[in-house]
Structures are given as C-alpha cells and as structure tokens.
C-alpha cells in the first residue's frame, strides 16, 4: 500500500511539473520520488503537528488554512530534495492543492 501511494504520489508530481512548469520543476524520475517519499514522511510527522497548533486558525477560516499548511509541506520539500523546486510560497500552496487533486484521481483508478 505505502509503494502504491509513493508512486502515485511520484505521478501526479511530474504530471504538474509538466502541466504547470513555472509553478513546479523535477529534474527527472529519481528527484520526484525522493520528493514523493520526504512528502509523505513530512505529511505523516509535522504536518500533524502544525495541525494542531493551528486548529483555532484553521476552524476561523474554515478550513482554508490547511491549504497553508500543505503549501508549507510541499515548500518544506523543496529546500531540501535537489533537483526538486517550487516557485515560491504561492506557488508550493496552488502546487499542492493540484498535487493532492492529481493524486486522489490517480488513487481513484489505482489498484490497491
């Protein structure tokens, strides 16, 4: 299950760094997958975190504040894989809502 979601996580990267080059760049195969995987690994232990720390924030905006906080992930990221980047902090919050949109369609059709 955690190499299906690596993957398909790993597709929907490179599927937006093709469709929208000047909002996210992959240098190839191997910088989307170590992106893919420090995603999910960032998701899985900060992300949580921050979460909570931001739960009254998050309630006033009704939710939109995640989209913040996804954006923080994905930028997070972005500093640290090579050949991996995300134009601006902008860029990493539109770059991860279509991540997530281009990821939850590919889990839709993906054997699991």
């Not at 191997?30 to 975190?49: D, E, T």
């Not at 995640?66 to 539109?94: E, P, Q």
Request: aromatic content about 12%; proline content about 4%; overall charge positive.
């Amino acid at each position: 299950m955690f190499l299906i979601r690596l993957f398909v996580n790993m597709i929907a990267i490179l599927i937006i760094s093709y469709l929208f080059p000047g909002l996210i760049s992959v240098d190839g195969l191997l910088p989307a997958l170590v992106a893919a995987f420090l995603l999910g690994i960032v998701n899985a232990i900060l992300r949580p975190i921050l979460i909570f720390f931001t739960f009254p924030l998050t309630v006033l905006t009704l939710g939109l504040f995640l989209l913040v906080i996804n954006g923080l992930m994905l930028w997070l990221v972005s500093g640290l894989v090579r050949g991996f980047s995300v134009n601006g902090f902008l860029g990493a919050a539109i770059g991860s809502l279509l991540i997530s949109i281009v990821s939850w369609i590919l889990s839709r059709v993906a054997p699991s």
